[in-house]
């Protein structure tokens, strides 16, 4: 592991020509979490996956929040900010291009908003179990931009209105948005594999 600004795990490409994953985990995970996912649903390709800065009672994320699904969206700014810089470091470290997240629950959020405050950062994003990180949006240029959101229709934590919220927000900024709601809650099922998998190919 290469000392930059963020403690993370990075794998090379095995096979050329695939974008990077950045893979970034949900609430209480670490940079180990995601890492079978981005094996399995994008062979061959470089995973970068940095762990969260922000400790919520022991448990890793990457921007703090008042209450469940009420961000501190100073904060929510600073940390996208800061991740953006990393992936900025890490692509001059190792050699990449602009990477592709791949985001599960605060990891996708963090992932929306370094969409809207850094399009620069990402060249595409997978949004799992995301919602709106931000109550003001900036004007961003996504043109260009892949995303797939991929929703629970019995998701506790995100109403779905939330997240048809976030896609049409996506959608008007520019991106190519693919947005999918599964009949389940908020934790990933095989179905979300076979979905990003399609989606990454
Ligand atoms: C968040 O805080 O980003 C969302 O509430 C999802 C979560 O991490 O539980």
Do not use: C
């Not at 959101?149 to 919220?165: H, L, Q, T, V, Y």
């Amino acid at each position: 592991m290469t000392e930059l600004s963020f403690l993370h795990r990075y794998e090379p490409a095995t096979q050329p020509g695939r974008p990077p994953l950045l893979l970034l985990h949900g609430t209480g995970g670490d940079e180990n979490d995601l890492i079978p996912l981005g094996r399995m649903a994008a062979p061959g390709f470089a995973l970068l996956s940095p762990r969260g800065k922000v400790l919520e009672g022991g448990a890793a994320r990457f921007f703090r929040r008042l209450a469940e699904g009420v961000f501190d969206e100073a904060d929510v700014r600073f940390r996208a900010n800061e991740l953006a810089d990393f992936i900025a470091e890490a692509r001059e470290a190792y050699g990449l291009e602009a990477p592709v997240a791949v985001g599960f629950s605060n990891g996708a959020n963090i992932a929306a908003a370094m969409l809207l405050l850094r399009p620069e950062a990402l060249a595409g994003a997978a949004l799992l179990r995301a919602m709106v990180p931000l109550s003001e949006q900036p004007r961003a240029d996504l043109s260009g931009k892949r995303v797939l959101m991929i929703s629970g229709a019995m998701d506790p934590i995100i109403p779905a209105e939330n997240s048809a919220r976030l896609a049409a927000l996506l959608a008007s900024s520019g991106a190519d948005v693919q947005h999918e709601t599964l009949p389940t809650g908020h934790g990933l099922s095989q179905t979300d594999l076979a979905l990003l998998l399609k989606w990454l190919a």
